[in-house]
RNA sequence: GGGUGGUUAGCUCAGUUGGGAGAGCGACGGCCUUACAAGCCGUAGGUCACAGGUUCGACCCCUGUACCACCCA
């Protein structure tokens, strides 16, 4: 093995030969427990960002863990067509060409999306393979491929004839940037500053006039109504009067109605049904004329007086307030702060805009995707998340699922010219279906459908729906869902919804949410604030000169670029070395605590790198050790346990239980730490030190070195495989090389069984033993530190007061104390000998001292015994004060009480012996 | 305005039935010790946001406050 750890030699090797050999694909073992993870599919033009790089990771861990474990195991993998996102990617770059998707017309452009698509589409499948994520490529999926739209045609029209889809004539939010509706949930409410207009209309009758407070004047031109509140007494009297809509010709009524909040402004407000989703709900009710001002473009439109005909949106605002200015109806303007809606893609302001969309009944489907919650049919993980769904759900809007896009799954419905809708498969099905005449013209409606509806049949829709595959009855209800709180609505609810209305069941038992990546300021990463991280540039390492520029061409606002350019130097002053996947990998997992978003450390990645290459190493030492002897590779063969070998092995039980158990839970933070302590802690620090007296030891016998050998490597392929699904291509790496000489067989650690703890293998005993032996050497080594003792010098270590079992303990333990600490000899002292002048620690009862002569300072050892006994005397006032306390010892329990008695008195015997060592040391 | 999560060492974070505050990184001191200097050994550093309450005992439970983040209206 080469002596340093280069993950870029190892990893892409191991990915080819896994997918080559299948390996990814589920066993297909019917007896087995099924297990499928079905992956949020990313837009298939996408990149791999650090939200995917976590998102992936732990997906991946999830799938190598339950693998290992022998379930029938499918990771779904696939891809989403993304509608706004990817036309809108297209149309820039039609822009750059100087041409437009109007003037290619809807097949060429869709033919040009397709080549995008082709061109750049396997950019996020290669990194996920990067990432050594093993879904079974075999049945990739995207959303927009000939089975999928199937899958998107049969539920259309089902939930159409059962009245679950319907069209109609709706306000909705219009993005006049893309001109297309969208979805509430693909607006963004943003806080801005603006204006209050204070506005007089006069009464009709010329008896005076209201004022009404409004921040979007604008839209005066479409008021139908001023409402004031029914029972606001300024008002009262002029409910059923009528006002002269300025600027226009119009009379308006005033009316009373109870949705009017009397405290903001004047107490009348202007009513606008065409532009304000509450007003249109008062128009319905109050049966108002709606008159709409705006176009596509949410430019004025020929419903306004001549001169603003034409008119963009906010110099009409502007326009209009001057013009009521001018013939004195402008009271007064105030500042006021407003939420403004945004398109989530587009980022134009929304315009409320009266059009024709598709829409699903959602009230009906939300009650059995709330049951199905609510009776844990689907779990949160975290729970809380639970309350958010129940909260978003109870409050659902019908979903308008239609939009005015090219790129997505055309809205199988036909109209004839009378403006008749018929739903079906195909034009001639529709014919038949409905009796049409050849002679009838039919025209397919031009709209597309939400992304998300189609991602909301992602789970069964993946596996084969609507045929009856062998998939999906093995695979679905999937097992765990793996996504980011963000599209919970989006996305998850819509899914529990669908599936249990076209499947019965639920997609999936549970639901893991993640929090965000952000970085290690706790800013969420964009490329506009030029914090991105690509997390294949943690893997590959990149220098800081072609960081500054990937992170500062391509900018919206270029002038931004020096700061990001500073900013970056300054976080990163040499770029990224290259970590490598496991790394990276372990890095997500380290952070991946339920319920908060992630701060990304780059200094937590390096360590993490570093417990890569120490496991590389360990292995060296190990493989060093035992290529070419006798391992007890032949089972029968005579070897012997030392307790160093019983502790280790007593340890690794424990850490395969902890390990799983935190991996049933989804607490791959607890995992990983559980893992890399007992690598590194307890594995490397401690076992692999022991063994090196043994095996260096010309005088032990053989069969203790087997034994020896045996523990190191076989302790070595357990923890490769316990680790395996958190670290993949070094565990493999390295698996390779250990499995013949610890007696495993196959040809890949991915399909090894994962570790389970033997309780028989926990060894109490051993594990006080080497508990012992850790106290004795750390105190020895305490004192080599503080008082700056050379390593290298031997010294002797006298023993006093020690009880039978310590006796017993250094027995036991003689040799390896010697080496580990590096001793010339240990020694009791015997009842009345004399003792010499040295440094003192204590285990337990036990004395350690290390003669002074030579070596030792005794200021300087002075020093450190004040040190530990003011560290005791603080112990044992804290004691002292519990038990002091009568209600203390009356009411606690009475095991937490004698534990109090027992620590005290250990602490005030530790702190006499302490301090009569002192006492010697101050009269010499 | 309603809701959720957070506040623990200089930084990033653990701390699950309430009973002696932990890790990694960083800092400081010492070591090229035959697996590993991407390492080893040692050390320092915290009124667990604040104020009350419950309790013999609170980082942990309850109430309130402040600040941060996010969601919803």
Not at 403 to 412: A, M
Not at 734 to 752: E, F, H, N, S, Y
Not at 861 to 879: H, N, P, V, Y
């Amino acid at each position: 093995m080469d002596k340093t750890y280069q993950p870029n030699t190892i990893e892409q090797k191991w990915y080819k030969t896994w997918e080559e050999n299948g390996y990814f694909k589920p066993s297909g073992d019917t007896e087995a427990k099924p297990f499928c993870i079905i992956i949020p599919p990313p837009n298939v033009t996408g990149s791999l960002h650090m939200g995917h790089g976590f998102q992936e990771s732990i997906m991946d861990a999830l799938i190598r863990y339950h693998r290992m474990q022998g379930d029938n195991t499918l990771w779904q993998v696939g891809t989403d067509h993304a509608g706004i996102a990817t036309q809108m990617v297209v149309e820039r770059m039609l822009a750059a060409e100087g041409t437009s998707r109007h003037e290619l017309g809807r097949e060429q452009f869709i033919e040009k999306v397709w080549q995008w698509k082709a061109q750049s589409g396997g950019t996020i499948t290669r990194q996920l393979r990067r990432l050594g994520a093993s879904p079974d490529w075999s049945r990739e999926r995207f959303t927009m491929d000939d089975g999928f739209y199937k899958a998107v045609q049969e539920v259309f029209i089902k939930l159409y004839e059962d009245g679950l889809i319907y069209r109609g004539k709706r306000l909705v939010n219009w993005d006049p940037k893309f001109h297309t509706a969208i979805s509430d949930l693909e607006v963004l409410n943003e806080e801005k500053q603006g204006h209050l207009w204070h506005f007089r209309y006069p009464l009709a009758d010329g008896s005076g006039h209201l004022v009404v407070a409004t921040t979007r004047p604008e839209t005066m031109l479409g008021d139908t109504a001023v409402a004031v509140h029914p029972e606001d007494a300024r008002y009262r009297h002029l409910v059923g009067k009528t006002v002269k809509l300025p600027l226009t010709d119009r009379e308006i009524p005033i009316i009373a109605d109870e949705y009017v909040d009397r405290a903001f402004g004047t107490g009348c407000v202007k009513i606008t049904p065409a532009h304000d989703f509450n007003d249109y709900e008062m128009g319905q009710r109050h049966s108002l004329e709606i008159i709409n001002i705006l176009d596509a473009d949410a430019n004025l439109n020929d419903a306004v007086p001549a001169q603003y005909r034409g008119m963009e949106r906010f110099a009409a605002r502007v326009q209009i307030a001057d013009d009521l200015d001018a013939l004195g109806l402008l009271e007064k303007v105030e500042p006021h702060t407003l939420k403004v809606p945004h398109g989530d893609r587009s980022g134009a302001v929304i315009e409320p805009w009266l059009t024709d969309q598709w829409y699903v009944k959602t009230q009906p489907l939300a009650e059995e995707a709330i049951a199905a919650v609510e009776d844990g049919r689907v779990n949160f993980v975290p729970k809380n998340y639970e309350n958010m769904y129940f909260s978003w759900m109870r409050d659902l809007q019908d979903w308008c699922i239609s939009r005015q896009l090219w790129w997505g799954h055309r809205i199988p419905a036909w109209y004839d010219n009378e403006g008749n809708v018929f739903v079906g498969r195909s034009e001639e099905e529709v014919r038949e279906k409905y009796t049409l005449d050849a002679d009838v013209a039919l025209r397919q409606d031009d709209d597309v459908l939400d992304t998300w509806f189609s991602s909301g049949l992602w789970t069964f829709g993946t596996l084969g729906w609507p045929e009856e595959t062998k998939a999906l009855q093995a695979f679905h209800p999937s097992s765990v869902l793996v996504t980011g709180f963000d599209i919970i609505f989006f996305w998850v609810a819509r899914m529990i919804m669908l599936t249990l209305y076209f499947k019965k069941e639920v997609p999936f038992h549970t639901v893991y949410v993640h929090g965000l990546v952000r970085d290690s300021h706790g800013q969420k990463m964009s490329k506009s604030k030029g914090n991105v991280i690509d997390p294949i540039d943690l893997i590959d390492g990149i220098d800081l000169e072609r960081l500054v520029q990937k992170r500062t061409t391509g900018l919206m606002h270029p002038q931004d670029a020096p700061k990001i350019e500073k900013l970056t130097r300054k976080d990163f002053p040499h770029g990224f070395s290259a970590f490598g996947t496991d790394a990276l990998r372990y890095t997500y997992y380290s952070l991946a605590s339920t319920g908060r978003d992630i701060r990304f450390d780059v200094g937590r990645i390096e360590g993490f790198r570093n417990f890569c290459n120490k496991i590389w190493n360990a292995s060296r030492y190990v493989l060093q050790n035992c290529e070419g002897y006798d391992c007890g590779q032949d089972n029968n063969g005579d070897f012997e346990l030392t307790i160093a070998d019983r502790w280790i092995v007593s340890q690794l039980q424990r850490t395969e239980t902890s390990v799983r158990q935190a991996l049933d839970s989804y607490r791959f933070d607890l995992a990983s730490q559980t893992l890399y302590d007992f690598i590194w802690g307890e594995y490397c620090s401690w076992y692999l030190e022991l063994s090196k007296p043994i095996l260096k030891d010309e005088n032990a016998s053989n069969t203790i070195k087997i034994g020896t050998r045996r523990t190191l490597i076989r302790v070595l392929e357990t923890l490769l495989r316990l680790a395996h699904p958190l670290m993949p291509f070094i565990t493999e790496e390295i698996w390779q090389r250990v499995k013949t000489l610890a007696c495993a067989t196959g040809d890949t650690i991915m399909l090894q069984p994962y570790p389970k703890a033997d309780s028989h293998k926990v060894d109490e005993e051993a594990e006080t033993a080497i508990a012992w032996l850790k106290q004795v050497v750390e105190a020895v080594r305490n004192i080599r530190g503080e008082m700056n003792i050379s390593p290298a010098r031997k010294i002797p270590l006298i023993l006093r007061s020690g009880s039978i079992r310590d006796k017993a303990l250094l027995e036991q333990a003689h040799s390896l104390l010697m080496q580990l600490v590096s001793l010339e000899a240990i020694t009791w002292l015997g009842a009345g000998e004399p003792t010499p002048t040295s440094a003192t620690a204590l285990v337990g009862e036990m004395e350690l001292l290390v003669p002074m002569a030579g070596l030792i300072d005794v200021k300087a050892e002075s020093a450190r015994l004040q040190k530990e006994i003011d560290k005791l005397t603080k112990e044992f006032q804290r004691g002292q004060g519990k038990l002091n306390n009568p209600k203390f010892v009356s009411k606690a329990p009475a095991e937490v009480v004698s534990r109090e008695k027992d620590k005290l008195a250990e602490t005030e015997s530790a702190r006499k012996r302490l301090q009569q060592q002192l006492e010697a040391l101050s009269r010499l």
